[in-house]
């Protein structure tokens, strides 16, 4: 018996021995693999941030995404921000939630990065990226009112997605990213941070435990999987009869106040919603929910249309034009995922980056130096 257990011991220690020679040769060659457990804090002002001067590696194997980002010091996914802001440059704002952020992408990968480079071919300018991951409407209220502003923008572009529809009276702002990132926890996560190995078979872990989930719901006819509000603005057209609607117009006339106390101008725009231009998306919902509604794939961008009438303010919806070209250049959002891979940010950001020109013609927005 003592025998027994005497080789056990020595074929299990030898296995952990060999595995954490292993890591030690890939934390000497490759580095520490930077994940972090929670890469938030808490903010009293709106709600939490993107800790400041981080580096993280954000990845999914399942959905088939694996970023490095990197926040500066104000706790933004971009570049150090100047300010004062240097004469002569033409600064844009991006706010908004993971859409905006594209955590899921490397940073030269973004729209954000896409348009700043086509812009910046006449004229010097930064767009600031101050998206983040599970942010409502009430943190992006918040954001701007507390720190947004004070970075000078020349123009502030808000990113829609269906989830900002808000049914709340009282300015609620999320605590935090429920999925916080697909980040590990625990004493694991903590582990993970330089254990490659370890990073490796909780990233596994992820693969395996999303795949049953999502295999489980695909089984059970009855349930339908739909993010945030997009319901809501497949299946109804009276807005102005229906609160949620209206708090949110609310809501973003005080982002269009807040931004003209300031002569800043303000460019409302939506983030391509997989769920209204994928045609295998559109065939699920009309399928679930057809039968009991005449659904609208065109109620978000006719809503927001509606609201940007109302309040004075030029419009961005890239939708039509991510139709049109989806059979030609294929997939624009990772697997079973929302969010847009590198494809989905290049055409974005040459949309933005086109409007955003129009907007810059004279008589239109003015450019810091004709100010």
Same mark, same amino acid.
Request: aromatic share 8%; glycine share 8%.
């Given at each position: 018996?003592?025998?027994?257990?005497?080789?056990?011991?020595?074929?299990?220690?030898?296995?952990?021995?060999?595995?954490?020679?292993?890591?030690?040769?890939?934390?000497?060659?490759?580095?520490?693999?930077?994940?972090?457990?929670?890469?938030?804090?808490?903010?009293?002002?709106?709600?939490?941030?993107?800790?400041?001067?981080?580096?993280?590696?954000?990845?999914?194997?399942?959905?088939?995404?694996?970023?490095?980002?990197?926040?500066?010091?104000?706790?933004?996914?971009?570049?150090?921000?100047?300010?004062?802001?240097?004469?002569?440059?033409?600064?844009?704002?991006?706010?908004?939630?993971?859409?905006?952020?594209?955590? %899921?992408?490397?940073?030269? !990968?973004?729209? @954000?990065?896409?348009?700043?480079? /086509? #812009?910046?071919?006449?004229?010097?300018? =930064?767009?600031?990226?101050?998206?983040?991951?599970?942010?409502?409407?009430?943190?992006?209220?918040?954001?701007?009112?507390?720190?947004?502003?004070?970075?000078?923008?020349?123009?502030?572009?808000?990113?829609?997605?269906?989830?900002?529809?808000?049914?709340?009276?009282?300015?609620?702002?999320?605590?935090?990213?429920?999925?916080?990132?697909?980040?590990?926890?625990?004493?694991?996560?903590?582990?993970?941070?330089?254990?490659?190995?370890?990073?490796?078979?909780?990233?596994?872990?992820?693969?395996?435990?999303?795949?049953?989930?999502?295999?489980?719901?695909?089984?059970?006819?009855?349930?339908?999987?739909?993010?945030?509000?997009?319901?809501?603005?497949?299946?109804?057209?009276?807005?102005?009869?229906?609160?949620?609607?209206?708090?949110?117009?609310?809501?973003? %006339?005080?982002?269009?106040? !807040?931004?003209? @106390?300031?002569?800043?101008?303000? /460019? #409302?725009?939506?983030?391509?919603?997989? =769920?209204?231009?994928?045609?295998?998306?559109?065939?699920?919902?009309?399928?679930?929910?057809?039968?009991?509604?005449?659904?609208?794939?065109?109620?978000?961008?006719?809503?927001?249309?509606?609201?940007?009438?109302?309040?004075?303010?030029?419009?961005?919806?890239?939708?039509?034009?991510?139709?049109?070209?989806?059979?030609?250049?294929?997939?624009?959002?990772?697997?079973?995922?929302?969010?847009?891979?590198?494809?989905?940010?290049?055409?974005?950001?040459?949309?933005?980056?086109?409007?955003?020109?129009?907007?810059?013609?004279?008589?239109?927005?003015?450019?810091?130096?004709?100010?």
């Amino acid at each position: 018996m003592r025998e027994r257990l005497g080789k056990l011991l020595l074929v299990v220690g030898s296995v952990v021995g060999t595995l954490l020679l292993a890591d030690i040769v890939f934390l000497v060659v490759h580095g520490p693999v930077r994940t972090v457990e929670n890469f938030y804090e808490p903010d009293a002002r709106f709600g939490y941030r993107m800790r400041p001067n981080l580096e993280f590696v954000f990845a999914s194997p399942y959905h088939g995404y694996h970023a490095t980002v990197r926040t500066n010091e104000l706790g933004l996914r971009d570049d150090p921000v100047p300010l004062p802001k240097p004469s002569g440059t033409f600064r844009v704002l991006l706010i908004g939630d993971s859409m905006t952020a594209g955590l %899921e992408v490397d940073k030269g !990968a973004t729209f @954000e990065a896409t348009s700043e480079r /086509l #812009l910046g071919a006449r004229r010097s300018t =930064e767009v600031v990226n101050a998206g983040v991951r599970g942010y409502n409407l009430d943190n992006i209220v918040g954001y701007l009112d507390a720190a947004g502003l004070k970075l000078q923008p020349d123009l502030v572009v808000y990113v829609f997605t269906d989830n900002d529809l808000t049914t709340a009276t009282t300015f609620q702002p999320e605590k935090g990213d429920i999925s916080r990132g697909f980040s590990v926890h625990g004493f694991v996560g903590r582990v993970a941070t330089y254990s490659h190995i370890a990073y490796r078979i909780e990233i596994l872990r992820q693969r395996i435990a999303l795949r049953r989930l999502r295999d489980r719901q695909q089984a059970d006819a009855t349930t339908v999987q739909l993010p945030g509000g997009i319901v809501s603005f497949l299946t109804n057209s009276n807005w102005p009869a229906h609160p949620g609607f209206i708090l949110t117009a609310q809501r973003i %006339e005080h982002l269009v106040r !807040a931004c003209a @106390e300031r002569e800043i101008p303000f /460019l #409302l725009a939506n983030a391509p919603q997989r =769920e209204t231009i994928d045609p295998e998306s559109r065939q699920f919902l009309t399928a679930q929910l057809g039968a009991d509604h005449k659904l609208d794939f065109d109620g978000m961008s006719r809503y927001l249309d509606w609201v940007a009438s109302k309040l004075e303010v030029p419009r961005f919806d890239p939708t039509p034009e991510f139709r049109s070209r989806r059979a030609r250049d294929g997939d624009y959002w990772f697997h079973k995922d929302g969010h847009l891979n590198d494809r989905g940010h290049r055409l974005l950001g040459e949309l933005l980056a086109a409007r955003i020109e129009s907007l810059l013609e004279p008589g239109r927005v003015s450019a810091p130096d004709s100010r």
